[in-house]
């Protein structure tokens, strides 16, 4: 009798390193990876070039392809060589037309982004598509049969943006569910205010860099200030605002970013699903959030999300 055959969708290297998680606990089936990618317009401006600042971007697809070679995992770009039993995704805001007559279980990859006019057009208006709003619409769109999210608190948000609430499964989520592994680590530099920038301008999204700055400056209260920049952002305009207005302070491209949160005194950050690690650690956070809202939040701690959510792909791929 032949494996049952599971897909899974990756992404960013968050999204690609919680597929491979899970997958680890599913090594009775078939398994098969792919980058994220689209199909239709989407899929013709990504082969163009026009998407470079998304997943579906040469270059961070390119990185998923990379770490799935590196871990000798068999790969179908655009999932289009086999059929499938089982579909498994960290995002439903792009459901590729082969996908929604597939089992699929939907996984929540981390923080999402406010509610903005975009949110509110996309969840009213049927002809506006989702990932215009970007993270803020995870979960609506309905084609999965389970979700598996972070905590109590997202399954209320969850179900208060209109998702089902006998589809959510509440499992915490790989990556953000032990992060107090992160405080034995050999990163050089300590009680420090770590800010995690974002890519905001590189998605076209207003941001006054310098008042910012400014802005962690008051907040770091004379305290050593470290950068530490985001994957996606330009590091040569970025590092030379820093040294321009924050001079002496370390700027980071690279490195665990997890590991100099455990380090930092106190974490400054905007929408970033990085707040959950020093929340988890019990870091003063300075984000778009009230301190009882993260909280609430914050991934479950139980170190088991990446089993928690095997045995829910088991459910739906034998139900």
Not at 161 to 169: D, F, H, S, T
Not at 218 to 240: I, S
Request: proline share 4%; net charge neutral.
């Amino acid at each position: 009798m032949s494996k049952k055959r599971v897909l899974f969708v990756c992404g960013s290297m968050n999204q690609t390193t919680q597929m491979h998680q899970i997958a680890s606990y599913l090594g009775d089936y078939d398994q098969w990876f792919t980058p994220f990618f689209s199909d239709g317009l989407l899929g013709k401006a990504t082969d163009l070039g026009m998407l470079e600042f998304t997943i579906m971007g040469k270059k961070r697809s390119g990185r998923a392809v990379d770490y799935l070679i590196a871990n000798d995992m068999k790969i179908d770009v655009g999932g289009i060589l086999h059929p499938y039993d089982l579909v498994v995704t960290c995002t439903d805001l792009i459901v590729p037309k082969h996908f929604r007559k597939k089992r699929l279980v939907l996984v929540q990859e981390g923080m999402t982004e406010p509610e903005t006019i975009l949110y509110q057009l996309a969840r009213n208006f049927r002809w506006v598509p989702r990932w215009i709003a970007g993270t803020a619409t995870t979960g609506l769109s309905d084609a999965y049969d389970r979700f598996c999210v972070a905590s109590e608190g997202y399954r209320d948000v969850f179900i208060g943006k209109g998702v089902n609430p006998e589809k959510i499964e509440v499992t915490s989520i790989p990556n953000f569910d032990d992060c107090a592994r992160y405080l034995g680590n050999d990163f050089p530099h300590r009680d420090y205010v770590l800010v995690c920038t974002s890519d905001n301008r590189e998605t076209f999204v207003y941001e006054n860099r310098r008042r910012n700055i400014e802005k962690y400056l008051e907040l770091a209260g004379g305290r050593q200030l470290l950068f530490k920049l985001h994957p996606n952002e330009n590091v040569e305009r970025a590092t030379r605002e820093v040294e321009l207005y924050a001079p002496g302070s370390l700027v980071f491209s690279e490195g665990r970013t997890e590991e100099m949160i455990a380090n930092c005194r106190m974490m400054i950050a905007q929408f970033s699903s990085t707040i959950f690690v020093a929340s988890a650690l019990g870091k003063p956070v300075h984000c778009g959030l009230e301190p009882e809202v993260l909280k609430a939040l914050t991934p479950i701690q139980n170190g088991s999300a990446a089993r928690r959510i095997a045995d829910v792909c088991r459910q739906v791929i034998d139900g």
